[in-house]
């Protein structure tokens, strides 16, 4: 995306773009994670994210395997996706615990994004699995960047 294509986005739409422009020049076979509590706008940035580096996003709550418990994935589906997709070219995926879905598949994230918005979450389902996860993933020892979205309620 061209730099004044740029100023059109939302500044911290902007700001994770120009950060990953180095890593992803060439478009090479790296795993970008993002992660977040849910609501906060994962899901909108990963879009973003694809349609502007023109690569593949997986969207993980598609691969919730929603009979098993909370969020707890289907594996099988997705390592195929991984496998077929890093053979030549980056990935970016996103979910509330995205760092374990990569440990879980055997990848690890070249670079990961983690999403904050004040007043967001608050699903009480997930509270506790958040907790968990997020004292396995501190953002200190994990996020090479941390992006806070305002919640818009337009």
């Known amino acids: ?33 993002i992660d977040g509590r849910p609501g906060v706008g994962k899901t909108t940035l990963g879009r973003f994210l694809a349609w502007n580096f023109n690569m593949t996003l997986v969207e993980s709550d598609l691969f919730l395997n ?22 030549k070219r980056p990935i970016l995926v996103e979910g509330a615990v995205s760092l374990r879905l990569l440990a879980q598949l055997g990848y690890i994230s070249t670079y990961h994004i983690r999403v904050t918005a004040e007043g967001a979450g608050g699903d009480s389902i997930l509270d506790s699995e958040m907790e968990k996860y ?20 337009d």
């Open 66 to 87: 929603r009979h098993v418990g909370t969020l707890v994935y289907r594996l099988d589906h997705l390592k195929p996706i991984f496998e077929a997709r890093l053979r």
């Open 134 to 153: 997020l004292n396995d993933y501190p953002t200190h020892d994990h996020a090479n960047l941390i992006i806070d979205l305002p919640i818009r309620y």
């Open 1 to 33: 995306m061209c730099p004044h294509q740029l100023s059109k986005v939302r500044p911290e739409f902007a700001k994770v773009a120009k950060n990953l422009a180095p890593i992803l020049y060439d478009l090479p076979p790296v795993v970008i994670s």
